[in-house]
Nanobody
Framework: QLPLVESGGGLVQPGGSLRLSCAAG?????????MRWYRQGPGKERELVAS????????NYAESVRGRFTISRDNAKTTMYLQMTDLKPEDTAVYYC????????????????WGQGIQVTVSS
């Protein structure tokens, strides 16, 4: 179990920006964990938003956020970030941080540790 805590959510107007953070305590070897952001909007199923490998070299985005969101990580701070720009109402969702060992990703496995979720609301 890897404790994860999201922060940085809130209410923002369309076209605005927010930066989400996902932090864990020290003592974790985050460089071997793929970190992911998921979200679940009202009436929708959970979807993968973005992921970044332990080394930071493998990054993927959902097509709906590509070009607007940027995922990054600071392994020294055991923190992952999601910089969200040009936010749209359809981005409204609870965003969840997920951590999974790189090896599990390579083996085609899912799961991992989850944060509690943080609300992002995009509305005028």
């Amino acid at each position: 179990q890897l404790p994860l805590v999201e922060s940085g959510g809130g209410l923002v107007q369309p076209g605005g920006s927010l930066r989400l953070s996902c932090a864990a305590g020290s003592g974790f070897t985050w460089n071997v964990f793929t970190m992911r952001w998921y979200r679940q909007g009202p009436g929708k199923e959970r979807e993968l938003v973005a992921s970044i490998s332990g080394s930071g070299t493998q990054i993927n985005y959902a097509e709906s956020v590509r070009g607007r969101f940027t995922i990054s990580r600071d392994n020294a701070k055991t923190t992952m970030y999601l910089q969200m720009t040009d936010l749209k109402p359809e981005d409204t969702a609870v965003y969840y941080c997920n951590a999974i060992p790189d090896i599990r990703v390579k083996l085609g496995m899912d799961g991992g540790s989850w944060g509690q979720g943080i609300q992002v609301t995009v509305s005028s």
